[in-house]
């Protein structure tokens, strides 16, 4: 056996064969069986320690009744058992809410921590490559925390260091299929330390009802639907813009009629003006009634609808201007939301080159300068590409539903956002089991969250219609004042030389 040779003396080593590396072994030293054993029980102590102070009902459950058994018999412990079992099952009929989020949740994280991640953790990690096998030893991301609620696990990784997020995200799908989820969703909590979250029951795979009209008048965020957590989606459409891209059956009406229904308190307490337009004569026409005169289907009718909206902001512009700094609905000035359904029917493929730099122009504008004036957009489309949205950055807050391609989900919701979790392009295209379910990402936060809006039918809208129906009234064009036209005629003027 070779062993090191101590100080300089290896620089004075010559080697007659020159491609040949000098190999220098370390010397073995033997560890007494002693010290051994007693690194293992401290090992097995500070791990039961930890154990019990982690998961303390976990430990508590099957411990005290084999205490009692030991010290009092087993009648007693049989009794306490019985006692527990109908104290708990009394608790959870009772306040189940309660009993989960203190019991329930608990003993479940516990399990699946053993069974399921603990169980399955070398392997995924080393066959995902998150983890390394070098000379007989195994450097792997530590399980720092498992977490269980009613829709999802979220575990707490400690990242090796030097890895980075970027090295998780890549292996999403490894994770998700390595410990039996559908999908898998990676968050920084910190630095060094990620929560991967796996869905378990799909909450979001049945239709969703249309939601009840509120009791109240509010532009605030508007509930179409649920979340995939559980929560309810509250859709903000006051002092933002909303974009929403998928393919043709993927639900975009449902987003669209579920905002509408929101707000139709709003609109008849005079709050809410919906101003729509609908190029393709099919969805938003069902309900034209709900919009009186502001509703325009024919391009040219959509040209100067825009640039009525336009008009409106800039009057209020000129107002606002050095006296607020943000919008407060009142029936004098109230919150103006433009629908668009399929707006690159105007963008893109409309063939009147007038016409299209005209509605381009005017949605530039408002997406750019109508959010403090309480002026908003909202519109839905097919194909996200930027040839046919060049102005699709324009809009904070996201709505990506199924797509075809897995490069249109970050040209929607932004650079990542797949990488995050946001599998917009696997959602199924089975109406039932697909329509209405996306992801959603708001400016405030980079996190996609998958949601499901709740479908709005025909007898809905039509209960609509005839609850809401607005009367007719003078065009948008004729009912703004001549002050509210001043600035577009000076720019007229000023054009005009």
Not at 79 to 97: H, P
Not at 103 to 122: D, E, K, N, P, V
Not at 141 to 148: G, K, S
Not at 190 to 212: C, E, K, M, N, S
Request: aromatic share 8%; with cysteine; hydrophobic share 45%.
């Amino acid at each position: 056996m070779l062993r090191k040779l101590p100080g300089d003396e290896a620089r004075n080593l010559v080697s007659t064969t020159p491609d040949t590396a000098v190999v220098f072994r370390p010397a073995i030293v033997r560890t007494p069986a002693f010290v051994t054993i007693v690194i293992w029980l401290s090992r097995l102590v500070a791990g039961l320690v930890r154990l019990a102070w982690r998961h303390p009902i976990a430990v508590t459950v099957p411990a005290a009744p084999g205490v009692i058994w030991t010290l009092y018999g087993w009648p007693l412990a049989l009794v306490l058992v019985g006692l527990v079992l109908l104290a708990g099952l009394s608790w959870a009929s009772l306040n189940r809410a309660s009993f989960l989020r203190i019991i329930g949740w608990r003993l479940l994280a516990f399990w699946r921590r053993i069974w399921i991640y603990r169980r399955h953790w070398q392997p995924v990690m080393i066959v995902s490559g998150l983890g390394r096998h070098l000379r007989g030893r195994d450097y792997l991301p530590r399980l720092a925390r498992v977490e269980c609620d009613g829709w999802a696990d979220r575990v707490t990784v400690k990242m090796l260091n030097g890895q980075a997020v970027k090295d998780w995200t890549d292996r999403a799908e490894h994770l998700a299929h390595g410990f039996g989820s559908r999908s898998c969703r990676v968050t920084v909590a910190r630095a060094g330390r990620l929560v991967l979250t796996f869905p378990r029951p799909d909450p979001l795979a049945v239709p969703l009802p249309a939601v009840p009209i509120p009791d109240t008048a509010s532009v605030g965020p508007v509930e179409i639907g649920a979340c995939e957590d559980g929560r309810p989606l509250r859709l903000k459409v006051h002092g933002t813009h909303v974009l929403i891209a998928g393919a043709t059956g993927a639900g975009k009406g449902s987003y669209l009629w579920g905002t509408i229904r929101g707000l139709l308190p709003a609109m008849r307490a005079g709050l809410t003006q919906v101003w729509a337009l609908d190029p393709k004569r099919m969805e938003l026409s069902f309900g034209r009634a709900l919009f009186g005169d502001r509703y325009a289907a024919d391009p040219a009718d959509c040209a100067d609808l825009l640039e009525a909206a336009v008009a409106v902001m800039q009057e209020r512009a000129d107002r606002f201007g050095g006296l607020q700094r943000s919008h407060t609905p009142t029936v004098a000035d109230p919150f103006v939301l433009v629908l668009v359904d399929e707006v690159a029917f105007l963008t893109a493929y409309q063939s009147d080159k007038g016409l299209k730099l005209r509605i381009i122009a005017a949605l530039a504008t408002l997406t750019t300068q109508g959010r403090a004036v309480g002026v908003g957009v909202m519109a839905a489309l097919q194909d996200p590409r930027k040839e046919v949205m060049n102005i699709r950055n324009l809009f904070p807050d996201k709505i990506a539903l199924r797509l075809d391609e897995s490069e249109q989900v970050d040209m929607v919701l932004g650079d990542g956002a797949r990488d995050r979790g946001a599998l917009a392009d696997h959602i199924s295209p089975v109406p039932t089991l697909g329509a209405g379910v996306g992801y959603v990402r708001l400016e405030t936060s980079p996190d996609p969250v998958r949601v499901r809006a709740a479908y709005v039918s025909d007898d809905d809208i039509r209960a609509m219609v005839a609850e809401y129906a607005m009367p007719t009234g003078p065009t948008p064009a004729e009912s703004i004042p001549a002050q509210r036209f001043a600035v577009v005629e000076r720019e007229g003027a000023r054009a005009n030389g």
